[in-house]
């Protein structure tokens, strides 16, 4: 016992942001551990579980969609619905949604192009265990690089989500042509989180931004609390 | 018997493929409407009745095959 939370990252063939996102939730107080995806169990005292971006699977089918039926996504399913926190980085988000443990789909970016840049986005909704070391209405600079990452759900959903606060964030100017310039959503229960944007690669001012450590240290913090009550 | 399963993006569901498809064509001096691009998935079910291919193939694409958010589906059956 290191007193560091442990958070699962799971490690899909394809994934490539999973170091990152290793590399900054130990950086920001967490024990992280990698799980592979053929695992059929998280480890015991997993505090928070990381799906990170990458290309998972080759994006064969629909981005997300394999990776969602993957034996690691049963553990994640269960401990999601245990009330386990549970945050989706870019492809992340993408299995999320496919898993349907998140509303809607991400599609095609409008443009067609991959787009690979910082965006500002903003904080819509800071009542989530997520969010709670931001404030509504604050900007956060975070990169993206997707091709895929233009959110989408139908009317009726959306309506309902906005008016449940389960938008969190939105890029303050137009990236990929999401749904209501939406970057990330939470579930109906909050503790499931998918964002578009990387936190990860953006923890320290070195890198451009130090804005994704308020993400992340609010996950470390949900972690260590889900491992205290699950004592 | 096998099945083969057409998937489209749903109609009125923006498909940015398509138009960049449609765009080209045009270049190549063809005049076209619309165009939608989809998928086409072959599956080989072995010796199986029909009412029991097409239960399994309706599930195959709810569960994987399909995002009923954004695609329809259209299942053909045909003996092998």
Redesign the interface.
């Known amino acids: 016992m290191t007193g560091r939370p442990l958070v699962a990252v799971v490690v899909f063939p394809g994934s490539n942001d999973d170091r990152d996102a290793a590399w900054a939730l130990g950086a920001l107080g967490a024990d992280p551990v990698f799980v592979w995806h053929e695992e059929e169990e998280l480890p015991e005292a997993t505090g928070a579980v990381v799906l990170p971006g990458g290309f998972s699977y080759g994006d064969y ?2 981005c997300g ?1 394999i990776a969602s ?1 993957a034996p690691a996504m049963d553990a994640v399913r269960r401990f999601a619905g245990s009330g386990g926190p549970v945050l989706g980085i870019c492809n992340g988000f993408q299995i999320l949604c ?1 898993a349907r443990l998140l509303p ?2 991400l ?6 192009e991959f787009v690979c840049r910082d965006t500002t986005v903003r904080v819509e909704q800071d009542d989530t265990v997520f969010m709670r070391r931001c404030e509504t209405g604050q900007e956060l600079v975070l990169p993206v690089k997707h091709g895929e990452g233009a959110w ?3 009317e009726g959903q959306f309506a309902h989500l906005s008016e449940r606060g389960q938008i969190v964030l939105r890029y303050a100017a137009e990236v990929n ?1 999401s749904l209501g310039n939406v970057a990330g959503v939470v579930n109906e229960s909050g503790n499931v989180m998918g964002l578009m944007p990387h936190p990860e690669h953006a923890v320290d001012p070195l890198l451009g931004s130090a804005d994704g450590g308020l993400l992340l240290a609010a996950l470390v913090d949900a972690a260590a609390e889900h491992v205290l009550a699950a004592a | 018997m096998r099945a083969t399963v057409l998937v489209r993006p749903k109609d009125g569901i923006l498909d940015p493929q398509g138009e960049a498809v449609q765009g080209s064509l045009e270049k190549l001096g063809f005049a076209v409407g619309s165009i939608r691009v989809g998928r086409v998935i072959d599956i080989d079910l072995g010796a199986v009745g029909q009412a029991f291919a097409r239960e399994q193939v309706e599930r195959m694409c709810s569960e994987l095959l399909a995002n009923p958010l954004i695609e329809s589906v259209e299942i053909r059956l045909v003996e092998a």
């Open positions: 089918l629909r969609a039926v496919e809607g789909v599609r095609p970016n409008r443009q067609l989408h759900t139908d042509g």
